[in-house]
């Protein structure tokens, strides 16, 4: 299966620019965290990239591998709001990770699809703690 890496989309980062400035006729403050949090996501659209590879999804910014997940750990995936897709979670065997969608969010899930199967599938059982006893 070739590499697929994923285009940014500002729609989200701008969404929340966007309401921050709505959020200025009733708190300056709320409109400040607001508008704040969106240009920091709007500098991430710019600078960070998804690279579907055989063996991992790789996060990468400005080129240089920054995060890789190797799909061998997921548990399982899922895309909130699949209408206006907003939020992106998934689950490693020792990790939980939520992300917000700054990617193609069509191309993302079918990505997703085709190298992990469908939304909502269980694709493995998390690990014991290390403490437990054996039964």
Do not use: C
Not at 44 to 52: D, G, H, T, V, Y
Not at 77 to 95: A, D, G, K
């Amino acid at each position: 299966m070739a590499d697929t890496e994923l285009q940014p989309r500002f729609w989200v980062p701008l969404g929340l620019v966007l309401l921050g400035l709505a959020f200025g006729w009733l708190s300056w403050i709320a409109a400040g965290v607001i508008g704040l949090f969106g240009l920091f996501l709007l500098l991430q659209s710019a600078l960070l990239r998804l690279r579907f590879e055989a063996e991992a999804l790789v996060v990468t910014r400005s080129n240089q591998e920054i995060r890789r997940f190797p799909y061998s750990e997921w548990m399982s995936w899922q895309l909130f709001w699949p209408t206006v897709p907003v939020i992106f979670y998934f689950r490693e065997i020792n990790s939980i990770h939520l992300l917000p969608v700054l990617f193609d969010a069509k191309e993302l899930a079918e990505q997703l699809t085709k190298r992990l199967g469908p939304s909502g599938t269980h694709l493995k059982e998390a690990a014991p703690p290390a403490d437990a006893r054996p039964e």
